[in-house]
T-cell receptor
Framework: GAVVSQHPSWVICKSGTSVKIECRSL??????MFWYRQFPKQSLMLMAT?????????EQGVEKDKFLINHASLTLSTLTVTSAHPEDSSFYIC????????????????FGAGTRLSVL | GNSVTQMEGPVTLSEEAFLTINCTYT??????LFWYVQYPGEGLQLLLK?????DKGSNKGFEATYRKETTSFHLEKGSVQVSDSAVYFC???????????FGTGTRLQVTL
């Protein structure tokens, strides 16, 4: 089945540094990917929709300059947390919807294993 | 707008007990419904889905039936195992934007 790979799985960084998280669709093309943030014992909050070849669409309240998203190819989206601070510590998860041969939505999203970010 | 309401957890059961996790939804149009499972420290995995009314999704002993009349998609399993301990998310999807709307998640803890 479709697989989404997310890297790294865990990152610890110093306050003020930037961290890049990669999300790859391994055996299918994804013109769209989604980035979520999950706080402890809470549900997933959609942060933004990553669009291949165009700007990401951010949800209300998400800082565009803080969370930079780049969708460089049909199989790779990256989320960069810029100038990270302790309040950015969280579990970040990406997902990609599967599509059929004609590009039609197959109604299923595949999720990466998540990246735990700890900012000291 | 779309929304999903799940029963609050945690749910604690003994092994081999019957499980029900309630999920109701509000949506415009005709949504597809999903249950995702998240094991500790991992991302979400699709557990089962149903795309139209009266469809029953099933996987690994779990079942859920799409009930349009009650706008519900309750998750059930006849006999839970310790390995089923995880957080379960009900979700819905409408339209072509592929955005999922998640419930808050229900933590299941199964003990021996």
């Amino acid at each position: 089945g479709a697989v989404v790979s997310q890297h790294p799985s865990w990152v610890i960084c110093k306050s003020g540094t930037s961290v890049k998280i990669e999300c790859r669709s391994l055996d299918f093309q994804a013109t769209t990917m989604f980035w979520y943030r999950q706080f402890p014992k809470q549900s997933l909050m959609l942060m933004a929709t990553s669009n291949e070849g165009s700007k990401a669409t951010y949800e209300q309240g998400v800082e565009k300059d803080k969370f930079l998203i780049n969708h460089a190819s049909l199989t790779l989206s990256t989320l960069t947390v810029t100038s990270a601070h302790p309040e950015d510590s969280s579990f970040y998860i990406c997902s990609a919807p599967s599509r059929g041969l004609a590009g039609e939505s197959k109604n299923i999203q595949y999720f990466g294993a998540g990246t735990r970010l700890s900012v000291l | 707008g779309n929304s999903v309401t799940q029963m609050e957890g945690p749910v604690t059961l003994s092994e081999e007990a019957f499980l029900t996790i309630n999920c109701t939804y509000t949506a415009t149009g005709y949504p597809s419904l999903f249950w995702y499972v998240q094991y500790p420290g991992e991302g979400l995995q699709l557990l089962l889905k149903a795309t139209k009314a009266d469809d029953k999704g099933s996987n690994k002993g779990f079942e859920a039936t799409y009930r349009k009349e009650t706008t519900s998609f309750h998750l059930e399993k006849g006999s839970v195992q310790v390995s089923d301990s995880a957080v379960y998310f009900c979700a819905l999807y409408t339209g072509t934007a592929s955005k999922l709307t998640f419930g808050t998640g229900t933590r299941l803890q199964v003990t021996l």
